[in-house]
């Protein structure tokens, strides 16, 4: 029996409490005051100037639950984490590591402005990273500072208009693109203004990962309308085919109305 995982900011707290190092790491960044303004500025912008989403710690835990998932299942069926793989770190936790902080990271640079937010994001990170890993890793760590290019690389990758490059910057970008239930898709759209982007946003009811037909990874996405496709095909599919992993992740959208269920697979 396949068992599948509801997206949502539960998901992360099985992921830290099964790694010590990943737990470490959640309450060094989760209590930085650093981290937690450029969180709430992240907001300020976006939701309170801009009308749009979420883009602040619950979007952030959320997605680096889906991606720590999405890593974890694509692990388990044989795929090597590029960062073992290149030799930027030491052990699978480590490569955790770099998908936990890259999704924490991700979306700071809204802080600044929405116009170029992964690039500005990675810029402001590398003094953050450079203060908060020694502490989590120890300041003489051999891969200190490559574990630091990696999890820059995982916040600029989530750009539409950037490949992510390795398999830990892939699910962190196909995790931005799950967060996407009751009306936390991520396609922005102005609250209050009723068009296909609030509508197509509201009719998702849930996302589940669990184990694909022909493939490791199904993105399942429920919803109540088919309006709900405006979503998948914006932002989640094209978030899938800008990364290196989208042969192994399979995506299938549930309409489900009056009684009814319509289900199609979607290949990326």
Do not use: C
Request: a positive charge; proline letters at 3%; hydrophobic letters at 40%.
């Amino acid at each position: 029996m396949t068992v599948s995982s509801k997206v949502g900011p539960d998901l992360l707290e099985k992921h830290v409490r099964s790694s010590r190092l990943l737990h470490t790491a959640y309450n060094v960044f989760t209590r930085d005051r650093e981290v937690q303004e450029l969180w709430k500025m992240s907001n300020v912008n976006a939701v309170s100037r801009l009308l749009y989403n979420d883009h602040g710690p619950v979007h952030a835990k959320i997605v680096a639950g889906s991606a720590l998932e999405i890593f974890d299942m694509l692990v388990s069926r044989g795929v090597e984490p590029s960062t073992l793989a290149d030799k930027t770190a030491g052990s699978i936790e480590e490569a955790k590591l770099v998908v936990m902080l890259g999704a924490f990271l991700h979306d700071i640079g809204n802080s600044v402005h929405r116009i170029y937010h992964e690039y500005v994001g990675a810029l402001l990170s590398i003094d953050i990273l450079n203060r908060l890993l020694p502490e989590i890793l120890g300041g003489n760590h051999p891969y200190l500072y490559t574990i630091r290019q990696e999890i820059l690389h995982t916040i600029y990758a989530t750009s539409m208009d950037a490949e992510a490059l390795t398999v830990e910057a892939g699910v962190v970008k196909i995790g931005d693109g799950t967060d996407m239930a009751e009306g936390r898709a991520r396609y922005p759209y102005k609250r209050g203004k009723s068009d296909i982007h609030a509508l197509s946003a509201l009719s998702i009811k849930k996302v589940q990962l669990g184990q694909g037909v022909a493939r490791p990874v199904k993105i399942s996405v429920f919803m109540d309308d088919r309006a709900g496709f405006f979503q998948v095909e914006k932002i989640l599919l094209p978030k899938i085919n800008g990364t290196r992993i989208s042969k192994y992740v399979e995506v299938e959208a549930i309409v489900q109305r009056n009684g009814r269920e319509e289900k199609v697979r979607i290949t990326p």
